[in-house]
């Protein structure tokens, strides 16, 4: 097998694992295993937490001013950049995400995010003087870094999402224990190799692997000051609830099942494009799609019509080819899952237009892109997060009906309006209930803060908004 990890990152040492054991990644491509990473016990995670609170004292990191810490994190980015092409590569065989996405988001993405972090926080004063309001002194107000970091980290968008967290942390002088998921564990020891390369000191940064036992184990440990996690909304629940005994800070970035508000004077080509990746990037696991379009019902079946045409012209195959747009979806179970769904909408009575199956190919993982129409909004399949090529058309009487139907989710984290009227469509993103809502496209801006309401998480990842989550702020009062 090409990659093998038969070590954790520890305390700025490769260190054996006290489990002995390990695991083998397999690719969804073609079913095989590709590589092995060791597992870690919990006395791992103990030597991690450990590290990771020695190393907030050293002087090599504590005493570093800002701008010496950026220049740090700057020298993390260029060894990050000498190898994006093979990070990127690495991503996709092991979840199926097509290269041309990897290439952006966990190749040059990882390296933007760090450096947008680090720009951002050289100009972010440490300390501010404040008058106090009954003019009897001054306060200066203190932002004091968090401590300790759990990062837990899903299999969608490993490296970036890792990123997320581990850049704003680190730009604040946190420290940080990594566990990523056992389908993606690979990337993260190149991550750990490019930090040990850039000179990050000893326990700074650490890797620990394994399932959801050793997430749950680092979640409650005594050591952690604050706990960052994406992933489903159910384990989510789990983590909220542990951190809220402990009264730990907790970022939670969660599931979603967005919705996609077609205006009756939408350009259907503009739509039809912009679906491509608001609707099935990374063949549609990713959280925060617009996976319900909800069409005016004159344009129902036109819209399904053009949203069917969109997926079946999808090219469906390698994903290390720059041509494919769908490759296949991290596991069998994965996969069995979203078939499931699909049956699902098939018994439901709504019309598949198209997909529904698997395609022609004798190994992999993947799935047709799918689409059903005339689908309600009270369907499974139009409620539940599939995390899965499928999407629903679900018709809907006026704009304030669509709005209705939208807001109508135990989800908050996206969604998109499509219109030729601009201004309209902002007015409208306004009445969304959600975190974040693109018009006419969607992409995420590293400078604005992201995130869920409702069943969707807590606190937001991104922009100075992320910065400010690992700080702690102390008020000292002068009576100056």
């Not at 010496?68 to 991503?91: I, P």
């Not at 069998?332 to 199956?357: C, F, M, N, P």
């Not at 801006?445 to 998480?457: L, T």
Request: with cysteine; net charge negative.
């Amino acid at each position: 097998m090409k990659y093998r990890y038969e070590q954790l990152y520890l305390g700025g040492e490769w260190r054996n694992s006290a489990s002995g054991q390990s695991l083998t990644v397999v690719s969804p491509i073609d079913e095989t295993p590709i590589g092995v990473a060791t597992l870690a016990a919990p006395s791992d995670v103990d030597s991690a937490v450990s590290a990771a609170r020695a190393a907030l004292h050293l002087p090599e990191w504590a005493a570093l001013s800002t701008g010496e810490r950026a220049d740090l994190l700057d020298r993390f980015a260029d060894e990050l950049e000498k190898n994006s092409t093979e990070r990127a590569v690495l991503t996709t065989v092991q979840n199926g995400m097509p290269i041309g996405v990897s290439n952006w988001a966990e190749g040059d993405g990882v390296v933007g995010l760090l450096r947008y972090y680090t720009a951002l926080v050289r100009t972010v004063p440490m300390e501010e003087r404040r008058p106090r309001v009954d003019g009897m002194g001054t306060t200066v107000v203190r932002r004091e870094r968090v401590g300790v970091v759990a990062a837990i980290v899903p299999w969608n968008f490993p490296q970036i999402l890792t990123m997320f967290k581990l850049a704003p942390a680190l730009a604040a002088g946190c420290t940080v224990v990594i566990k990523p998921s056992p389908e993606t564990t690979l990337d993260a020891f190149e991550l750990a190799a490019a930090a040990d390369r850039a000179g990050l000191p000893p326990g700074v940064l650490n890797i620990v692997t394994g399932g959801p036992d050793i997430g749950e184990y680092l979640v409650a440990h005594p050591g952690v000051d604050k706990v960052c996690f994406t992933g489903s909304t159910a384990s989510g629940r789990k983590i909220s609830e542990v951190c809220g005994r402990l009264l730990r800070p907790v970022t939670l970035e969660l599931g979603g099942k967005s919705a996609a508000i077609v205006l009756d004077d939408a350009d259907l080509p503009t739509l039809v494009q912009g679906l491509a990746t608001s609707s099935l990037l990374n063949n549609g696991q990713t959280c925060f799609l617009s996976t319900r379009i909800l069409a005016p019902q004159a344009r129902h079946d036109e819209v399904v019509e053009a949203v069917a045409a969109l997926a079946a012209g999808l090219t469906v195959g390698d994903p290390l080819d720059p041509d494919t747009h769908v490759g296949p979806v991290v596991s069998q179970r994965q996969r069995e899952r979203i078939e499931a769904y699909i049956q699902l909408g098939k018994d439901s009575g709504a019309v598949l237009a198209a997909g529904g199956g698997r395609p022609d190919r004798d190994e992999g993982w993947f799935v047709q892109p799918t689409v059903f129409g005339g689908v309600s909004k009270d369907a499974r399949i139009a409620r539940e997060e599939i995390f899965g090529p499928v999407l629903t058309v679900i018709p809907y009487r006026d704009v304030n009906d669509a709005v209705s139907i939208a807001n109508d989710s135990e989800y908050g984290l996206g969604g998109t309006i499509w219109t030729s009227d601009v201004a309209k469509g902002l007015d409208i993103a306004r009445r969304v209930e959600s975190g974040t809502v693109g018009v006419n496209f969607y992409n995420l801006d590293y400078g604005a803060p992201f995130g869920g309401i409702k069943a969707s998480g807590l606190g937001r990842e991104l922009g100075p908004e992320g910065l400010a989550a690992f700080f702690n702020l102390k008020s000292i009062f002068l009576a100056e």
